[in-house]
């Protein structure tokens, strides 16, 4: 294998030393920085032999980018997606990024079924299934799994309540004291701000 470019990583706020991306045989192969180069002495042009790939692969960059990961999910949990898209910002490769999420499910540190339904428990009272649905998927949690996760949640028979009417009336409420009283202006104004949340018509009305 040999080291056909090494060029300088482009800054961010997530490359805070002097960092550079590899290429091996023409292909990019991981980010090191600046003191990782010196340590492997590596070079443009250079041969590097599979133990010292392997070497750099395993004990770098995968421990680096599990730690990044980590470091993520301290804060605050993750999907997938959002897991992948972090690593890939700061150049870490499919094959690495595929570990480190199998690293995290492997031990349940991440969990896009927990997370959704998390996120739904946390938001119901307050946004529409529309908004919140919206906003799951574009945190790339599979359509089906989510399906199934919103009946379960937005499941009305065991207590009789809608999520979405006690979410329409919490808005209400912090709009006005009895919406009753409004003009057809103002309920006009109010039930079109509902509708851009994306609350269903229907339910708008029943509150009104």
Do not use: W
């Not at 070079?43 to 680096?64: C, H, L, P």
């Not at 529409?128 to 945190?139: D, H, Q, W």
């Not at 009946?151 to 979410?167: Q, S, V």
């Not at 004291?177 to 006009?188: A, H, I, V």
């Amino acid at each position: 294998m040999m080291i056909t470019d090494i060029r300088e990583a482009d800054g961010g706020k997530n490359i805070r030393k002097k960092a550079y991306k590899i290429y091996i045989d023409d292909s990019y192969a991981f980010l090191l920085y600046e003191e990782e180069l010196n340590q492997f002495q590596l070079s443009k042009g250079a041969e590097i032999s599979t133990d010292v790939y392997n070497t750099i692969v395993e004990d770098v960059v995968f421990y680096r980018a599990k730690k990044k990961a980590l470091n993520m999910l301290t804060h605050s949990d993750k999907t997938e997606k959002e897991i992948y898209n972090r690593l890939k910002e700061e150049y870490y490769n499919d094959d690495i990024i595929e570990r480190t999420i199998t690293y995290l499910k492997g031990y349940n540190y991440l969990n896009d079924e927990r997370y959704a339904e998390g996120y739904i428990n946390s938001r119901k009272g307050k946004e529409s299934r529309l908004a919140i649905e919206t906003k799951l998927l574009n945190k790339g949690i599979n359509k089906s799994v989510l399906e199934k996760i919103i009946a379960k949640e937005y499941n009305t028979e065991e207590d009789g309540k809608d999520p979405e009417i006690l979410a329409i009336n919490k808005i209400l409420l912090n709009k006005c004291d009895n919406p009753t009283k409004l003009s057809c202006e103002e309920k006009q104004k109010l039930i079109k701000m509902l509708e851009r949340k994306g609350f269903d018509l229907d339910k708008i009305y029943k509150c009104m």
